[in-house]
T-cell receptor
Framework: DSGVTQTPKHLITATGQRVTLRCSPRSGDLSVYWYQQSLDQGLQFLIQYYNGEERAKGNILERFSAQQFPDLHSELNLSSLELGDSALYFC????????????FGSGTRLTVV | DAKTTQPPSMDCAEGRAANLPCNHSTISGNEYVYWYRQIHSQGPQYIIHGLKNNETNEMASLIITEDRKSSTLILPHATLRDTAVYYCIVRVAINDYKLSFGAGTTVTVRA
């Protein structure tokens, strides 16, 4: 157990629907990062939040949004889902100021049918 | 971030050392070398990182050349559980800076 909790582990939904993925960071970590991993692509950085505020944005689609709440958990919202959104979605967290890398969760596997 | 070049795949015999090369010829003076691995669809796992000096921890050793243009990750006694994709990443070591993953090296440890 890495200490980063992602729910649900698996999600199957239909095209056009909206889903919410949840991430609870390791205790004490203020930063949360979201990554997408499709079969034909590597790990793609989507977005980072630090202590409730957006810090960095990567290749995140306009149909996707995220937020970090006061208790530091984060949610990634995916709407108007397409078949191509099927992927593993990983959350990672880190302590600001530490250089010892990120801790990743075990991911949410999203299947859009 | 400086780009890295890794071989796409390599095999290793169980119990032997696995030496994973990484080329990062455009690395800047303030960029660290990080290694992560991903075991079959699990979340990536941090292994080790370094700036200039060689580093060792309970998982692996990291050897960085004097000119810092390349490095080698060493798994001293590979086991079947070390079969994974290994990513070499260079980045500035501040925590609000995203990690950019490349294609990595698929390492297969064979019995």
């Amino acid at each position: 157990d890495s200490g980063v909790t992602q729910t649900p582990k698996h999600l199957i939904t239909a095209t056009g629907q909206r889903v919410t993925l949840r991430c609870s960071p390791r205790s004490g970590d203020l930063s949360v990062y979201w990554y997408q991993q499709s079969l034909d692509q590597g790990l793609q950085f989507l977005i980072q939040y630090y202590n409730g505020e957006e810090r960095a944005k990567g290749n995140i689609l306009e149909r996707f949004s995220a937020q970090q709440f006061p208790d530091l958990h984060s949610e990634l919202n995916l709407s108007s889902l397409e078949l191509g959104d099927s992927a593993l979605y990983f959350c990672a967290s880190s302590v600001d100021g530490a250089e010892n890398g990120y801790t990743f969760g075990s991911g949410t596997r999203l299947t859009v049918v | 971030d400086a780009k890295t070049t890794q071989p796409p795949s390599m095999d290793c015999a169980e119990g032997r050392a696995a030496n994973l090369p990484c080329n990062h010829s455009t690395i800047s003076g303030n960029e660290y070398v990080y290694w992560y691995r991903q075991i079959h669809s699990q979340g990536p796992q941090y292994i080790i990182h370094g700036l200039k000096n060689n580093e060792t921890n309970e998982m692996a050793s990291l050897i960085i050349t004097e000119d810092r243009k390349s490095s080698t990750l060493i798994l001293p006694h590979a086991t079947l559980r070390d079969t994974a994709v290994y990513y070499c990443i260079v980045r500035v070591a501040i925590n609000d800076y995203k990690l950019s993953f490349g294609a990595g090296t698929t390492v297969t440890v064979r019995a």
